[in-house]
């Protein structure tokens, strides 16, 4: 695992975000987000509820205004493309809602809704096109009569399939999936999840997988970012983050996930954050966990925490940390 | 290519409910509804009398063989005028709300859509014109074109676009933030396309409870302005003159007046009841058949 690591940095990232941040307002939705995908890497960006993942992902999709920072998809500024230019390059990214009923358009058939993406990019021939959409149709594992259904005459499993197979049209390099199997009932989960999987490997597809817990992240990323209050407080390997979390904030989100084995689970030490979130309209000074910090109260409650935002900074091959004093 | 095999339930269609124009009222709409345009159509064939044609033997007659719904002051047929009069109110009544709806839509969307100062602008000349009354609006706008039937339809129209556009406009901000209108964005659909494809066919139903009601409310501004002398010009038969008309003799011919109101009135029931069963059908999810 270590020796690809070392291969992927060091390749031409597909994408690479500097210093991301989005203001709604006053309110700071991200506030100086980096990171690197590399081609064919899954990122896992996990955060809890208003912690600016999505917004995250839809800044890097142009679908809102950044207030700050630059995203580069195969080295194109997308933040400084006229409107046309920018038309073309979404081509190499698209995005998996996460409420799939909600990105089709009901008063769309299947098969319109398919050949949509083909209709834009200019592709008239009308018998490449069903050909296309039947292709996308086995693609995603769905039957060659659901072509002539509305989206309220499926499944929402079916739907998110549809909502994969219309980003797959354009054979894009990245897909942005925003908490894709959250609004799944777990049976269907699972197999959503392992189609992306399927996909992934198979079309050598890019991946940013947003998701507000750790426990789905956890078989599709190759490394794993956490956010908290519009910041990435962690990035790592995947098995390093579940095996050696260092950030206080991410040992308590693991200490949340429930152990398969009942001898381990009864051992299993709950790390509970006390309190709220802080408003992203006036987060705290310093460390945006200073308020809540289970490490901090430990330590007795140094002042450094309040007083200086911690950097994200390598504390192991590839394992980035924003704490004044997580250790191994 | 990965072939992924799923479960696939086999779907199931739900049963079809008598629902939209296999209605027992969506039925009736259609029967209201064609029996009028028929009658708007075919009147110079089926209409008994000349609608201007005096009988000087019968001044404010009641029904009877000879005149099934009596005559009027000068001797003229009521039915044969009511039958004519149709022709007035659906142009009117049509042809001012699909202009209010044609300008008003198309003004919603360019403000909801763009928002930033083309919505501004639009939106001030829109609240301007809705400052007016409308009946004042129609009339000013009568007395400065002259009275006509296509200047009817421009003042009516005129007066009823600004509730078109802010009706539009508001449902546009609604719709434009769902997700299958972000997933076009994402796509790269230019701006026409989300509007059109994305946009218009969910903001249509209630633009089409409005139009209803506007059809109705466009029919009863041209009697105002035919009883103020501005609509269509005498003898040229219209439902609100002869309305009026039928006012100064309500003692001794009081079916003058009950007869073109009974026509404006299942008019507009029909006109009301068929866009109420349009947009059932309209709607992919009522289970009609599309």
């Given at each position: 695992?270590?020796?690809t690591?070392?291969?992927?940095?060091?390749?031409?990232?597909?994408?690479?975000v500097?210093?991301?941040?989005?203001?709604?307002?006053?309110?700071?939705?991200?506030?100086?987000?980096?990171?690197t995908i590399?081609?064919?890497?899954?990122?896992?960006?996990?955060?809890?509820?208003?912690?600016?993942?999505?917004?995250v992902?839809?800044a890097i999709?142009q679908?809102?205004?950044?207030?700050?920072?630059?995203?580069?998809?195969?080295?194109?500024?997308?933040?400084?493309?006229?409107?046309?230019?920018l038309?073309?390059?979404?081509?190499k990214?698209?995005?998996?809602f996460?409420?799939?009923?909600g990105?089709?358009?009901?008063?769309?058939r299947?098969?319109?809704?398919?050949a949509?993406?083909?209709?834009i990019?200019?592709?008239?021939?009308k018998?490449?096109?069903?050909?296309?959409?039947?292709?996308?149709?086995?693609?995603?594992?769905?039957?060659?009569?659901?072509?002539?259904?509305?989206?309220?005459?499926i499944?929402g499993?079916?739907a998110?399939?549809v909502?994969?197979?219309?980003?797959?049209a354009?054979?894009?390099?990245?897909?942005?999936?925003?908490?894709p199997?959250?609004?799944?009932?777990?049976?269907?989960?699972?197999?959503?999840?392992?189609?992306?999987a399927?996909?992934?490997?198979?079309?050598?597809?890019?991946?940013?997988?947003i998701?507000?817990?750790?426990?789905?992240?956890?078989?599709?990323?190759?490394?794993?970012?956490?956010?908290?209050?519009g910041q990435?407080?962690?990035l790592?390997?995947?098995?390093?983050?579940?095996?050696?979390?260092l950030?206080p904030?991410?040992?308590?989100?693991?200490?949340?996930?429930p152990?398969?084995?009942?001898?381990?689970?009864?051992?299993r030490?709950?790390?509970?954050?006390?309190?709220?979130?802080p408003?992203p309209?006036?987060?705290?000074?310093g460390?945006?966990?200073?308020?809540?910090c289970?490490?901090?109260?430990?330590?007795?409650?140094p002042?450094?925490?309040?007083?200086r935002?911690?950097?994200?900074?390598?504390?192991?091959?590839?394992?980035?940390?924003?704490?004044h004093?997580?250790?191994? | 290519?990965?072939?992924?095999?799923t479960?696939?339930?086999?779907?199931?269609?739900r049963?079809?409910?008598?629902?939209?124009?296999?209605?027992?009222l969506?039925?009736?709409?259609l029967?209201l509804?064609?029996?009028?345009l028929?009658?708007?159509?075919?009147?110079?064939?089926?209409?008994?009398?000349d609608?201007n044609?005096?009988?000087?033997?019968?001044?404010?007659?009641?029904?009877s063989?000879a005149?099934?719904?009596?005559?009027?002051?000068?001797?003229?047929?009521?039915?044969?005028r009511?039958?004519?009069?149709?022709?007035?109110?659906?142009m009117?009544?049509f042809?001012?709300?699909?202009?209010?709806m044609?300008?008003?839509?198309?003004?919603g969307?360019?403000?909801?859509y763009?928002?930033?100062?083309?919505?501004?602008a639009?939106m001030?000349?829109?609240?301007?014109?809705?400052?007016f009354p409308?009946?004042m609006?129609?009339?000013?706008i009568?007395?400065?074109?002259?009275p006509?039937?296509?200047?009817?339809i421009?003042?009516i129209?005129?007066?009823d676009?600004?509730?078109?556009?802010?009706?539009?406009?508001?449902?546009?901000?609604?719709v434009?933030?769902?997700?299958?209108?972000?997933?076009a964005?994402?796509?790269?659909a230019?701006?026409?396309?989300?509007?059109?494809?994305?946009?218009?066919?969910?903001?249509?139903?209630?633009?089409?409870?409005?139009?209803?009601l506007?059809?109705?409310?466009?029919i009863?501004?041209?009697?105002?302005?035919s009883?103020?002398?501005?609509?269509?010009?005498?003898?040229t038969?219209?439902?609100?003159a002869?309305?009026?008309?039928?006012?100064?003799?309500?003692?001794?011919a009081?079916?003058?007046?009950?007869?073109?109101g009974?026509?404006i009135?299942m008019?507009?029931?029909?006109?009301?009841?068929?866009?109420?069963?349009?947009?059932?059908?309209?709607?992919?999810?009522?289970?009609?058949?599309?």
């Amino acid at each position: 695992m270590p020796d690809t690591l070392k291969v992927q940095e060091k390749a031409q990232p597909l994408l690479k975000v500097t210093d991301l941040a989005v203001r709604f307002g006053e309110v700071r939705a991200v506030d100086g987000v980096s990171f690197t995908i590399a081609p064919g890497e899954t990122l896992g960006l996990v955060g809890e509820s208003g912690s600016g993942k999505s917004t995250v992902g839809r800044a890097i999709l142009q679908l809102v205004r950044s207030s700050g920072g630059t995203v580069e998809l195969d080295g194109t500024d997308l933040g400084a493309l006229n409107g046309e230019r920018l038309r073309t390059m979404r081509r190499k990214m698209q995005v998996v809602f996460q409420d799939p009923r909600g990105s089709l358009d009901p008063r769309m058939r299947i098969s319109a809704i398919l050949a949509e993406p083909l209709v834009i990019h200019g592709l008239r021939d009308k018998t490449a096109m069903a050909d296309r959409v039947r292709d996308l149709m086995r693609l995603v594992g769905l039957h060659d009569d659901m072509a002539d259904r509305f989206p309220h005459q499926i499944s929402g499993g079916q739907a998110q399939r549809v909502a994969i197979g219309r980003a797959l049209a354009l054979e894009p390099a990245l897909i942005v999936a925003d908490e894709p199997v959250s609004s799944l009932d777990v049976s269907i989960q699972a197999q959503v999840m392992n189609l992306l999987a399927d996909l992934r490997a198979s079309l050598g597809l890019s991946m940013l997988f947003i998701a507000h817990d750790l426990a789905v992240v956890r078989h599709i990323s190759d490394r794993i970012a956490v956010m908290y209050l519009g910041q990435i407080v962690e990035l790592a390997p995947r098995d390093r983050i579940y095996a050696k979390p260092l950030h206080p904030y991410t040992r308590s989100l693991l200490s949340a996930v429930p152990v398969p084995d009942p001898a381990r689970e009864r051992a299993r030490k709950r790390i509970i954050l006390e309190g709220d979130p802080p408003s992203p309209d006036n987060p705290p000074p310093g460390c945006p966990l200073s308020s809540r910090c289970a490490l901090r109260r430990e330590l007795g409650d140094p002042a450094e925490c309040e007083k200086r935002r911690p950097a994200l900074t390598e504390t192991a091959l590839g394992h980035h940390v924003a704490c004044h004093f997580a250790r191994e | 290519m990965t072939d992924v095999s799923t479960h696939t339930p086999h779907y199931v269609p739900r049963p079809r409910t008598t629902r939209g124009l296999r209605s027992p009222l969506g039925i009736l709409a259609l029967v209201l509804v064609v029996l009028i345009l028929g009658v708007a159509i075919f009147c110079g064939l089926i209409a008994p009398y000349d609608p201007n044609k005096q009988d000087y033997n019968a001044f404010l007659e009641g029904p009877s063989a000879a005149h099934w719904l009596g005559t009027d002051h000068l001797g003229r047929d009521l039915l044969s005028r009511l039958m004519y009069g149709s022709r007035v109110a659906l142009m009117v009544g049509f042809g001012a709300v699909g202009f209010a709806m044609f300008c008003g839509v198309t003004l919603g969307l360019l403000a909801g859509y763009s928002r930033g100062f083309l919505d501004d602008a639009i939106m001030r000349v829109v609240d301007a014109i809705l400052a007016f009354p409308s009946v004042m609006l129609a009339l000013g706008i009568m007395a400065a074109l002259g009275p006509g039937l296509s200047t009817i339809i421009i003042a009516i129209g005129i007066a009823d676009m600004p509730l078109f556009a802010r009706l539009t406009r508001s449902q546009v901000l609604s719709v434009r933030e769902r997700d299958f209108v972000t997933a076009a964005l994402a796509m790269g659909a230019r701006a026409p396309r989300i509007i059109i494809r994305h946009i218009l066919p969910h903001i249509l139903g209630p633009v089409i409870a409005l139009a209803t009601l506007q059809v109705g409310h466009a029919i009863l501004i041209e009697a105002v302005l035919s009883f103020l002398g501005l609509g269509v010009q005498p003898p040229t038969a219209s439902w609100g003159a002869i309305l009026k008309s039928g006012f100064d003799y309500l003692e001794l011919a009081p079916w003058i007046s009950a007869f073109s109101g009974l026509a404006i009135l299942m008019t507009v029931l029909g006109v009301t009841l068929l866009e109420d069963a349009l947009r059932e059908q309209m709607d992919p999810k009522s289970g009609a058949k599309t």
